[in-house]
T-cell receptor, first 116, second 115 residues
């Protein structure tokens, strides 16, 4: 079945450092790819998405490019802030069934801590 | 507008008891998903509803787990004879409809602890 493997944490960086969180996937179809973020005490929120190969998703200074040839969707940010401290989940969704359901398959999550 | 709400936010129960977890999706969202977030298994899909129908229950871990949705809105996840391995955060998400990807909006979750 479909699966997502992401860099396990925890990851600790200093403010203004460059961030990369690796994510690779296995899927039989042509999935959409996502990064979700869970801030302390809050629910999961969609950070960015890409629905086809070579698409770049971006939001809040974060970027990720859908690379079909390497089956990857690495998350990057050029200069992180303390407020970026959170748990980040890579996920994929493949439309399936006559209902077109979109169940998400998640990676294990990466806890990111940014120190001032 | 109101987001997805879940109740209770925390539930502590004794092994062997039944529990009910409730999800109120965003108004107008026809698709509803339940996920479970646990230390050992990460985030995993449990069940999907389209309207009141549940076309896919493949993620439910055992027959102790069941879910229903009434009026195409509120959903209840029931766990019978709870076990310690059921301890997790249960998340509900809703979205507009099937078809091309629509963002799933997640509720805050119910943290279930089975003693």
């Amino acid at each position: 079945g479909d699966s997502v493997t992401q860099m396990e944490g925890p990851v600790t960086l200093s403010e203004e450092a460059f961030l990369t969180i690796n994510c690779t996937y296995t899927a039989t179809g042509y999935p959409s790819l996502f990064w979700y973020v869970q801030y302390p005490g809050e629910g999961l929120q969609l950070l960015l998405k890409a629905t086809k190969a070579d698409d770049k998703g971006s939001n809040k200074g974060f970027e990720a490019t859908y690379r079909k040839e390497t089956t990857s969707f690495h998350l990057e940010k050029g200069s992180v802030q303390v407020s970026d401290s959170a748990v980040y989940f890579c996920a994929l969704s493949d439309l399936w069934g006559v209902w077109g359901a979109q169940k998400l398959v998640f990676g294990q999550g990466t806890r990111l801590t940014i120190n001032p | 507008g109101a987001g997805v709400s879940q109740s209770p936010s925390n539930k502590v129960t004794e092994k062997g008891k039944d529990v009910e977890l409730r999800c109120d999706p965003i108004s107008g969202h026809t698709a509803l998903y339940w996920y479970r977030q646990s230390l050992g298994q990460g985030l995993e899909f449990l069940i999907y509803f389209q309207g009141n129908s549940a076309p896919d229950k493949s993620g439910l871990p055992s027959d102790r787990f069941s879910a229903e949705r009434t009026g195409g809105s509120v959903s209840t996840l029931t766990i019978q004879r709870t076990q310690q391995e059921d301890s997790a955060v249960y998340l509900c998400a809703s979205t507009y409809s099937e078809g091309s990807y629509n963002e799933q909006f997640f509720g805050p979750g119910t943290r279930l602890t089975v003693l």
